[in-house]
C-alpha cells in the first residue's frame, strides 16, 4: 500500500453538510474538504456560514468548490428544492451528512407543541427529506453514495428534560434503518453517528443549566472524558469514504464509553 | 530490565493464519509491526511471508482454546523477544455449525475458551506492569452479528460471541480512559471458517437475498479494524461496530 495513500479520501465526490456553521457540522465539512471532496455547505446561520468558507478560502481547490446555502432546515418543504439548487451550482450529489439540529432542555409539563414539533422537523423530518432528495437521478450521482445523519446517544438512553430531543433522535435511527433497505439496491448507504457529549454550541446550552459537581459527575460518566467535534467528524469520514462500503443500516456510537456502562 | 520506551510496540493478532486474521494481518503489516498468532506454524509462515517486511514479524504458535496455559507462554514469548504489544486483535474463532443435540460440553468449552476467554486472558496479561509495561493502548475483539442474533446450528457460537461483546463493554469501563476497547461485528463473510455455509447452495442464495449490500469481503472488515485502532477512533470506546451490508437491518431476512 502506497504510503501517501489515505484510505479516507473523497476526491472526486460531492457531499451536501447540514448545520456546517458550527459544532460538529463545521468540524465536518472542514475535514470532508479537507479529504478531498467538493461541498454544499448549509446553515440559517449567515454569518457561520461566510465564516466557514473565509477559513477554509486558503486551502480552496478550483476543481472542488465550496458553496454556501443558507436555508432555516424547519422548512421541509423547500428542502426538495434547495437539493435542486446544490446540485445545479455544485454537480450531482455522492453524499448527504445531517448535522443540522436543536435541541430544548425542557421538563415534559412545559412541553408546547410548537416547540417539539420544530425539534422533530429540523432534527427527523429535515433527515428524511434529504434522504428522500437523495433517491432521485436527479440528485445522485450514481455511484459511492453515502448518506450520515448526526444523532445522539439520547436516542438509546433516556434524561430528564430530553423528551423531544430524545424522540427526534429514536426516531432518526429508526427511520435510518428502514431508508438503508430502500437505498441499498441503488448502492446507497445510510448510517446515524451517534455522538455522546461533545464539545459544540449546542452541548454548551445543556452545560450552563449545570453546575460544577453536575459537571464533573456527567463527565466522569464517561470512560473517556468528554469529546471534541473531531472526534465525530472523523466517524462520519470513516462512513462517508470507500471504508464504509459494506456498512449500512447501522449506528455508529461515538460517545467515549457513555453507552458501555 | 529494559525501560518501557526502549521496546518496540506491536500489535498482536490472534487467528492469523486464516480468514479475517490473516487479511488482518497482511493489511496492518503496513503501519504497524505484528506478532501473528495461530495453531498452524505453516499457515502461519506463510501469512508472515505475505506481510510487508516479515522479517520484523514475530510468529506465536499456539493454540488459544488451551486458556489456562496461556499465562505460561504469552509473558515468557513477549520477554525473550523483547517486545510489548499496543495493540490487541482477536480474530480467533471456532465455528462448528451443529444441532444442540451433537453439542458435547468439551466442544462447548472450546469454543467459549477460544472466542472469548482466550481474548479475557490475553487483556489480563497484557495489562500487567511487569509483563507489558503498561503499553496497551487499544483492543479490538471481532465479534459477530451473531452476538445479537441466533440462529440454527450456532448456539455455542452464538453464546460466545454475546460473552466477547460483554467482556469488551466491561472492559472498556474497567481499562478506560488509557485502554480503547471495542468489538467489530462482521455479517457472513467469505473466509475458510465460513467456507461450508458459502458453499450450500440453498445458504449461499438465501445469504445473497438477505444482505442489502450482498456478502462482504474481509477488507471491510480490516478497515473498520485499522480505524478503530487509529487516532481517528480516540474517542470511541465500549461500542459493538457492525459491519454486515445492511443484514441486521433487514426484517425480512
Known amino acids: ?55 477554509l478560502s486558503p486551502e480552496l481547490r478550483e476543481a472542488d468548490p465550496l458553496v454556501p446555502h443558507i436555508a432555516d432546515l424547519s422548512d421541509t418543504a423547500a428542502i426538495e428544492g434547495l437539493v435542486a439548487r446544490c446540485v445545479a451550482a455544485n454537480g450531482l450529489l455522492h453524499g448527504v451528512v445531517h448535522c443540522a439540529g436543536i435541541q430544548a432542555i425542557a421538563p415534559v409539563r412545559t412541553l408546547k407543541i410548537d416547540g417539539w414539533r420544530k425539534i422533530l422537523a429540523v432534527n427527523t423530518e429535515a433527515a428524511l427529506m434529504l434522504g428522500k432528495s437523495m433517491s432521485s437521478k436527479k440528485v445522485y450521482a450514481g455511484e459511492n453514495g453515502s448518506i450520515v445523519f448526526i444523532s445522539s446517544v439520547m436516542g438509546m438512553v433516556g434524561s430528564v428534560g430530553a423528551v423531544a430531543y430524545s424522540m427526534s433522535k429514536a426516531a432518526l435511527d429508526g427511520m435510518a434503518r428502514s431508508l438503508s433497505l430502500e437505498l441499498a439496491p441503488r448502492r446507497i448507504r445510510v448510517n446515524c453517528v451517534a455522538p455522546g457529549y461533545v464539545r459544540t454550541p449546542l ?56 453507552l458501555a456502562r | 530490565m529494559p525501560q518501557q520506551t526502549e521496546l518496540p510496540g506491536y500489535v498482536l493478532i490472534t487467528g492469523a493464519s486464516s480468514g ?10 503496513a503501519h504497524y509491526r505484528l506478532i501473528l498468532n495461530g495453531r498452524d506454524a505453516e499457515r502461519l509462515q506463510a501469512t508472515q511471508a505475505a506481510c510487508r517486511s516479515p522479517e520484523r514479524q514475530l510468529c506465536w504458535v499456539r493454540d488459544l482454546a488451551d486458556v ?41 468449552q472450546d469454543v467459549m475458551n477460544t472466542n472469548a476467554l482466550a481474548a479475557m486472558e490475553i487483556t489480563r496479561l497484557l495489562m500487567r506492569k511487569n509483563v507489558n509495561h503498561k503499553a496497551l493502548k487499544s483492543i479490538v475483539f471481532i465479534s459477530s452479528i451473531a452476538s445479537q442474533f441466533g440462529a440454527k446450528g450456532f448456539t455455542a457460537y452464538c453464546a460466545s460471541k454475546a460473552a466477547l461483546d460483554g467482556l469488551m463493554k466491561a472492559l472498556a469501563v474497567e481499562l478506560g480512559p488509557e485502554v480503547r476497547v471495542n468489538s467489530v461485528l462482521p455479517g457472513g463473510v467469505r473466509t475458510p471458517m465460513t467456507q461450508a455455509m458459502f458453499d450450500d447452495p440453498v445458504t449461499a442464495e438465501r445469504l445473497t437475498k438477505d444482505y442489502p449490500l450482498g456478502v462482504g469481503l474481509p477488507s471491510d472488515i480490516t478497515s473498520a479494524v485499522a480505524f478503530l485502532m487509529s487516532e481517528q477512533a480516540r474517542w470511541i470506546t465500549g461500542h459493538q461496530m457492525v459491519v454486515d451490508g445492511g443484514r441486521s437491518a433487514n426484517i425480512s431476512a
Not at chain 1, 474538504?33 to 454569518?47: H, M, N
Not at chain 1, 471534541?228 to 447501522?250: C, H, K, M, Y
Request: with cysteine.
Open chain 1, 1 to 55: 500500500m502506497d504510503a501517501a495513500f489515505n484510505p479516507l479520501q473523497l476526491h472526486g465526490r460531492h457531499f451536501l453538510v447540514t448545520g456546517a456553521s458550527s459544532g460538529i457540522g463545521r468540524s465536518t465539512a472542514l475535514l470532508l474538504y479537507r479529504l478531498g471532496a467538493r461541498l454544499s455547505v448549509v446553515d440559517r446561520d449567515e454569518q457561520g456560514l461566510a465564516s466557514l468558507c473565509a477559513e
Open chain 2, 20 to 29: 479475517i486474521g490473516r487479511e488482518m494481518a497482511i493489511s496492518l503489516s
Open chain 2, 68 to 108: 489456562g496455559t496461556l499465562s505460561e507462554t504469552l509473558p515468557p514469548f513477549l520477554e525473550q523477544n523483547g517486545a510489548t504489544v499496543t495493540g490487541f486483535v482477536h480474530c480467533a474463532a471456532m465455528l462448528d455449525v451443529l444441532p444442540l443435540r451433537s453439542i458435547t460440553i468439551g466442544h462447548a
Open chain 1, 203 to 258: 452541548f454548551e446550552q445543556t452545560e450552563t443549566l449545570w453546575d460544577d459537581a453536575t459537571k464533573k459527575a456527567v463527565e466522569d460518566l464517561h470512560p473517556l472524558g468528554f469529546g471534541q467535534p473531531e472526534d465525530v467528524a472523523n466517524a462520519v469520514a470513516f462512513l462517508a469514504a470507500d471504508t464504509g462500503r459494506w456498512i449500512t443500516g447501522s449506528v455508529l456510537v461515538v460517545d467515549g464509553g457513555y
